[in-house]
């Protein structure tokens, strides 16, 4: 069972660390998958606590939920908010796939609507036993090409040159509700040989606005291999992104790539943490991804 939240944590003032759920999103069976807090109440507390809070839970996001009435028709949504332990996010998708697991937990299966600071988005959410399936309806995807001087700092950053990059899918910056640099790199190896300094990759992806870094390599046309730099959220690595495979497919879909509809995508590999993502991609440009997953309640001993 999901632990709820503490009486007392509708009380900002009241709210600690223990009263946040521990879910891994984007599981491999029992196994793997990345962590995200889940914080359930009747109110939002502020943004500072919110801040404090993920600070202290430390994983790279937290999301904080409290219902509230939409503006046609009386209908209910969820108001939102993704704090990593540096700063606030506009979206993400691991957390949402872990609200989605708690939300349905507590209130049963179904679909949920949640309200963004700058999207209105759904998770749906299904008990399966000790796990929980959940996929999330992204918010709207674009993608341009990306500058090559921003290109060549990050291919730097990384220990890359431009002989590692799959020409088939160019550099790109892609939005999935926030903003992601894509590098396609030509073969498992260049991926798993992916290296960085923190402190190096804040100040770029601060400087570009950027929330993530994806490197992918491409198995098949269906089957991605990924890792996700966070370093603008203080997390060197994201073991599962489910923002950053909502912004590569929507990318892919933009580029003409023969998706057929789907992709997988296998992340955390090197981290020792293997999450498994999949996404499904309408025709329509622009138009929402469905990022669907497994979630696992974590253990708090």
């Known amino acids: 069972m999901l632990r709820s939240a503490h009486p007392a944590a509708t009380d900002p003032a009241a709210i600690d660390p223990a009263d946040i759920l521990r879910i891994a999103a984007f599981s491999d069976g029992d196994s793997g998958g990345n962590p995200a807090g889940v914080w359930i109440g009747d109110a939002l507390p502020p943004a500072a606590q919110m801040q404090a809070l993920a600070h202290a839970i430390g994983f790279s996001e ?22 990593s332990p540096e700063s606030e996010v506009p979206f993400c998708g691991h957390a949402t ?69 799959d020409e088939r899918i160019p550099p790109a910056l892609a939005h999935g509700g926030a903003d992601h640099l894509v590098l396609a790199l030509n073969s498992r190896a260049a991926l798993a040989r992916m290296a960085y300094e923190l402190d190096a990759g804040r100040r770029l992806m601060n400087a570009h606005g950027l929330v993530t870094v994806v490197l992918a390599w491409a198995e098949t046309p269906q089957r991605f291999h990924t890792r996700n730099p966070f370093a603008s959220g203080g997390v060197l690595e994201d073991p599962a992104t489910g923002a950053g495979t909502a912004a590569l497919a929507g990318y892919l879909r933009d580029l003409g790539w023969p998706h057929g509809g789907h992709i997988d995508v296998v992340q955390g590999e090197d981290m020792g943490m293997r999450s498994r993502l999949g996404a499904d991609i309408p025709p329509e440009p622009g138009a929402s991804i469905r990022v669907s997953g497994s979630a696992r309640t974590m253990s708090t001993t």
């Open 62 to 83: 937290t999301a904080f939920a409290a219902p509230q009435d939409t503006a046609a028709g009386g209908g209910k949504a969820w108001r939102v908010r993704y704090f």
């Open 97 to 165: 796939i872990a609200l989605g697991a708690a939300l349905a937990r507590r209130f049963g299966d179904g679909r949920y609507d949640l309200a963004l600071n700058a999207a209105a988005i759904s998770v749906e959410g299904r008990v399966e036993g000790a796990r929980v399936a959940a996929s999330l309806q992204s918010p709207p995807t674009r993608s341009g090409p990306a500058p090559g001087a921003l290109v060549e700092a990050a291919l730097a950053l990384f220990g890359y040159t431009r002989a590692d990059l």
